[in-house]
């Protein structure tokens, strides 16, 4: 990989992004102003990566230069340490520089939808769902991005029977699209009197959010209905059709958004949801091509199928497909998931 030239292009991409953000009529279209900053902050990365690269190199230079011209062998020594040490610090850095210009899954850099159900296991998967989403709002709040609820169902325990949200930010799906799959909880529930360990599952599909011109979705494919808005809670949103249901004929998917006030921003909302599962159906059909025996995304919620288990009992985290374990359940629930993330990253990427 050429890095310079990829550099030197991306430090003009730089340049022209700050100059449309200085346009006042950029702020006019707050979608388009959403994604010129979004591309600008992939961009200033990149720079602030080419920047720390160049610095390491130069370090690396003048460390050289001291081993062969320093006569002191205690000092060699010391140069010699900080050489190796400086080394692991460039191909660290060459790596996450090619991540960026060179992704191997195009769809990382885009934004993401969640969607978590409660699977087996009845309030308690329900109460679990409102955990796992509280540990990925942590854990975007410590990578600096955005958590906004989209539409939710609670039972009277303060669980969630189901929770879509978006999570917007810098490269978000390429961190999280390995949280796709079943997520098994061990534990003696808070409802369980003789103090035997049930065991729950909940399901999380990641989906990248689609854009309009990712998916072509025709007017007459789509059979919209306004109705009153159901659930726990009794607030006043329930007493007017602003819940939105929107049925997409050929393929029966069918998304309900109901926790806005307005029929329009539902509307919105079931819509952006709609166009991210069509982009992972199609993305998913692409997959099934190259490989027929791959199975879907989630599988069926049952406590056999499962992609990672929570042991409150053991205090441990297992991750079936890396076959590794963490400790210290209450800090990973808080959203400390960056090295498990990392992990899914480096083996399963």
Same mark, same amino acid.
């Given at each position: %990989?050429?890095?310079?030239?990829?550099?030197?292009?991306?430090?003009?991409?730089?340049?022209?992004?700050?100059?449309?953000?200085?346009?006042?009529?950029? *702020?006019?279209?707050?979608?388009?102003?959403?994604?010129?900053?979004?591309?600008? +902050?992939?961009?200033?990365?990149?720079?602030?990566?080419?920047?720390?690269?160049?610095?390491?190199? $130069?370090?690396?230079?003048?460390? /050289?230069?001291?081993?062969?011209?320093?006569?002191?062998?205690?000092?060699?020594?010391?140069?010699?340490?900080?050489?190796?040490?400086?080394?692991?610090?460039?191909?660290?850095?060459?790596?996450?520089?090619?991540?960026?210009?060179?992704?191997?899954?195009?769809?990382?850099?885009?934004?993401?939808?969640?969607? =978590?159900?409660?699977?087996?296991?009845?309030?308690?998967?329900?109460?679990? !769902?409102?955990?796992?989403?509280?540990?990925?709002?942590?854990?975007? $709040?410590?990578?600096?991005?955005?958590?906004?609820? %989209?539409? +939710?169902?609670?039972?009277?325990?303060?669980?969630?029977?189901?929770?879509? *949200?978006?999570?917007?930010?810098?490269?978000?799906?390429?961190?999280?699209?390995?949280?796709?799959?079943?997520?098994?909880?061990?534990?003696?529930?808070?409802?369980?009197?003789?103090?035997?360990?049930?065991?729950?599952?909940?399901?999380?599909?990641?989906?990248?959010?689609?854009? &309009?011109?990712?998916?072509?979705?025709?007017?007459?494919?789509?059979?919209?209905?306004?109705?009153?808005?159901?659930?726990?809670?009794?607030?006043?949103?329930?007493?007017?059709?602003?819940?939105?249901?929107?049925?997409?004929?050929?393929?029966?998917?069918?998304?309900?958004? /109901?926790?806005?006030?307005?029929?329009?921003?539902? #509307?919105?909302?079931?819509?952006?949801?709609?166009? !991210?599962?069509?982009?992972?159906?199609?993305?998913?059909?692409?997959?099934?091509?190259?490989? &027929?025996?791959?199975?879907?995304? =989630?599988?069926?919620?049952?406590? +056999?199928?499962?992609?990672?288990?929570?042991?409150?009992?053991?205090?441990?985290?297992?991750?079936?497909?890396? #076959?590794?374990?963490?400790?210290?359940?209450?800090?990973? %629930?808080?959203?400390?998931?960056?090295?498990?993330?990392?992990?899914?990253?480096?083996?399963?990427?």
């Amino acid at each position: %990989m050429d890095l310079p030239f990829h550099l030197k292009k991306n430090q003009q991409q730089l340049t022209d992004l700050a100059n449309q953000l200085q346009q006042p009529e950029i *702020f006019n279209d707050q979608n388009k102003l959403a994604n010129v900053n979004r591309a600008y +902050s992939e961009a200033k990365e990149i720079a602030d990566l080419g920047d720390k690269l160049n610095h390491l190199l $130069e370090q690396q230079t003048n460390l /050289q230069n001291s081993l062969q011209n320093e006569n002191d062998a205690e000092l060699r020594e010391l140069a010699a340490e900080e050489l190796t040490e400086v080394k692991k610090q460039i191909l660290s850095t060459e790596s996450d520089l090619t991540e960026l210009l060179e992704p191997t899954d195009p769809l990382d850099a885009k934004n993401t939808i969640v969607e =978590i159900r409660a699977g087996a296991g009845g309030d308690e998967a329900a109460l679990f !769902s409102a955990e796992i989403f509280r540990m990925y709002s942590r854990f975007a $709040e410590r990578k600096s991005w955005q958590a906004k609820i %989209m539409s +939710s169902s609670r039972n009277e325990l303060g669980g969630y029977k189901e929770i879509i *949200f978006e999570i917007t930010g810098q490269r978000v799906y390429s961190y999280l699209k390995y949280e796709s799959g079943v997520h098994r909880v061990q534990r003696v529930p808070a409802t369980e009197k003789n103090g035997r360990v049930h065991t729950s599952t909940i399901t999380v599909a990641v989906l990248p959010e689609a854009a &309009s011109v990712d998916i072509d979705i025709k007017q007459e494919d789509l059979k919209i209905e306004a109705t009153t808005a159901s659930g726990h809670g009794g607030q006043s949103v329930n007493t007017t059709y602003s819940a939105i249901r929107i049925v997409h004929l050929p393929t029966g998917l069918t998304v309900i958004c /109901q926790d806005e006030r307005s029929q329009k921003q539902n #509307k919105e909302k079931a819509m952006a949801v709609l166009r !991210s599962r069509l982009l992972a159906r199609q993305i998913e059909e692409q997959r099934q091509v190259r490989d &027929s025996s791959r199975r879907a995304q =989630i599988g069926s919620a049952d406590r +056999s199928e499962k992609i990672r288990t929570y042991n409150f009992p053991q205090d441990r985290l297992t991750d079936h497909r890396l #076959k590794m374990n963490w400790h210290d359940l209450p800090v990973i %629930m808080d959203g400390q998931i960056e090295e498990i993330v990392n992990e899914c990253k480096k083996i399963l990427g």
